[in-house]
């Protein structure tokens, strides 16, 4: 079967391909650098991210989804979908929570001050935001958060602690969940604030993942004062706000434009270094399989985009979507191990390795847990995809 757009989606794509061919540095010097993806570890890959979204907000991209008069480009979803595919095959920087999650809850529930002080520093690539969501007790049933928010004049007061979050300590802004209601139900009296990360009280403390990098931070709240102002929604309705999501293009098509680069980068290794297919042959067979899983994975994304086109909500379709590419993900970084061999546990930069597969291999097990675990979505496709009862 044959695949096309429309001629104007089509132009698009073309234009985010020389976008990118002028304005990202070579892909040898990002992987030489570790900026594949623009995983913000330092303050160096921090200005390396937000340089190329200032060059995004430029063109009313970096908010691609969102309505125009927020700022956002207003974007199809094919479109969307086209941005995203050129955007994680090329490994550009992404990631910033203040478009994935702070900008489409203010547009929904935010006040008219909230949206006017915050969105414009989101769609210009001012500010960087991380979400205050797990704590130690509180992963995949984020219900069960204990942090509190407790209201005294005209500020809120939190204590507690939070965890895995992603980019804490380069952040500007917070964005929390914290409880306001400790003795209603745990799915009730959960309210959602913004937070500066420099306010006093707050301590960020690095995780460093067992691919030696600094990603994730545990956060701590002492008595952190913040103005009442920054609730937003309704008290005590936080988590329905979580749960809603705009109609923004959400396939899961990144994992697998990133994933089809991946295993082109093995192939050309293999190619370039023919004694690591003579030592495994077998590795042969798990390439294609991989290209196979790379394509089948592409048509998933393509079925949840084209859903959304029609004015239909993908569900279970894109539960679908996600755990496929997570999955296949781990298993595209075991290949390059098993391609590489002793090769593949290099990362000091010597001329024998070949590329950092290791941190590429560790990495990949997050894959399944972030953003709803496997288990999480085989739940979801179980029941409403499958229509089989509850355990």
Known sequence: ???????????????VRQFIKDNLPPEEERLKRG???GFKTNQEEYDYTM??????????????AWPKEYGGGGASHMRQLVYNEEMAYNGAPSGNMGIAWVGPSLMLYGTEEQKAKFIPHITNADDWWCTLYSEPGAGSDL???????????????INGQKIWTSGGHLADWGWLAARTDPDAPKHKGITMFMVDMKSPGV?????????????FNE?????????????????????????VALDFERSGIAAFAGGRRSVERLGESARRN??????????????????????????????VATMQAKGLVPNYEASTSKLFGSEMGQRISLTGMHLLGTLGQLRDGTKHQVFDQATSYLGSVSGTIAAGTSEIQRGIIATRGLGLPRG
């Open 1 to 15: 079967m044959r695949y096309s757009y429309e001629p104007d989606v089509e132009a698009f794509r073309q234009e």
């Open 35 to 37: 900026y594949e993806g």
């Open 51 to 64: 340089g190329f979204q200032k060059k995004l907000a430029e063109r009313d991209w970096l908010a691609m």
């Open 143 to 157: 219900a069960a958060l204990q942090t509190r928010a407790v209201r005294d004049g005209d500020e809120f007061v």
């Open 203 to 215: 301590t960020v403390r690095p995780l460093i993942n067992m691919s030696d990098r600094h990603g």
């Open 219 to 243: 956060v701590f709240f002492e008595d952190v004062r913040i103005p009442a102002n920054q609730l937003v929604g309704e008290l005590n309705r936080g988590w329905y706000h979580m749960a």
């Open 274 to 303: 023919p004694e690591l297919i003579e030592r495994r042959p077998s590795v042969r067979y798990e390439l294609a399989d991989r290209a196979v899983e790379v394509t089948v994975g592409t048509i998933l994304s393509y079925r």
